[in-house]
């Protein structure tokens, strides 16, 4: 039975929001942005978020239940073999939704869409506060008379995805499915959660802005943040305080990174996609 997806934008307008009540692109808030997929989402951040969000909203052919099904499916695998059971992530139903929508009007399957956006930005475009460790995604297409356990052994047939579901690391998931000519487009995105920041980033933003983070282990310590920039890697701002200097980005879009200390290492937590204002 296929049912209308529910609603999971609330918290994007919150970010939007936060803005200060900012157009997005310069035009159309993310209530307001038309769903056109036959060329792919916009490459925009902003504008991407406000896009995808319009068409999960829009859809009708969203199978609620089958993702569902598979979420239990694979919490019982996990904890028949020893795992603890993830927590299904709004967000991340979003990152993977948006994927399988995508997937299902151009006719494709890979963890990449055609424009060359992966997961991790998924997740990162979608989810406001995460900071994310390990990541990881499942990609399917399957028969839409399959039952969610039939899917579920689909999916098992591919050994990656298997390591995917049974990663200890792993702490939260989302899954969509989009029912679409007799098929079954799946997605399945795995994080790390391993902190959240104490207030959701705008996906618009300018000026400086404080950076306090809730980090999972008690051990772990907030060392540094940085400012990459998504298309040519390079270092935008990075400061040991903890305020970050969205006045460098200059408009361009940059990942939040966040350098955490634990015992006598350091690595690196990834946080939310930004879009610079000019």
């Known amino acids: 039975m296929l049912q209308k997806y529910d609603k999971l934008k609330s918290s994007l307008l919150l970010a939007v929001a936060a803005a200060g009540g900012a157009a ?14 036959e060329n792919g989402y916009s490459s925009e951040l902003a504008s ?52 399988a929508l995508d997937m299902s009007v151009r006719i494709y399957a890979g963890h990449v869409d055609l424009e060359g956006r992966d997961h991790l930005h998924r997740i990162r475009a979608f989810d406001r506060t995460m900071l994310v460790g390990a990541s990881g995604s499942n990609v399917t297409i399957s028969r839409a008379a399959d039952t969610p ?4 052994a689909h999916l098992k047939g591919d050994d990656l995805n298997v390591t995917n579901m049974m990663r200890d690391s792993f702490t939260d998931v989302g899954i969509g499915v989009v029912e679409e000519a007799g098929q079954y487009y799946v997605v399945q995105v795995f994080a790390a959660a391993e902190g959240d920041l104490n207030e959701a980033v705008p996906i618009s933003v300018a000026g400086t802005a404080p950076l306090k983070a809730k980090l999972s282990s008690s051990d772990q ?15 935008l701002a990075r400061s040991t305080m903890p305020r970050i200097r969205y006045s460098a980005l200059d408009g361009a879009d940059a990942a939040i990174n966040v350098l955490v200390g634990l015992h006598s290492s350091t690595y690196v937590l990834k946080g939310p996609l930004v879009s610079g204002r000019n």
């Open 24 to 37: 997005i692109s310069g035009a159309a808030s993310a209530s307001e942005a038309n769903c056109a997929l």
């Open 149 to 152: 356990e039939m899917v579920h």
């Open 48 to 99: 991407y978020v406000a896009e995808a969000t319009s068409c999960m909203d829009a859809a009708d052919n969203i199978n609620t239940t089958v993702a569902d099904g598979l979420f239990a499916e694979l919490n019982a695998e996990r904890v028949a073999n020893g795992l603890a059971p993830l927590k299904r992530r709004s967000t991340l139903d979003q990152a993977a939704l948006s994927h």
């Open 221 to 235: 310590r907030l060392v540094a943040w940085g400012l990459v920039d998504t298309n040519s890697g390079e270092m």
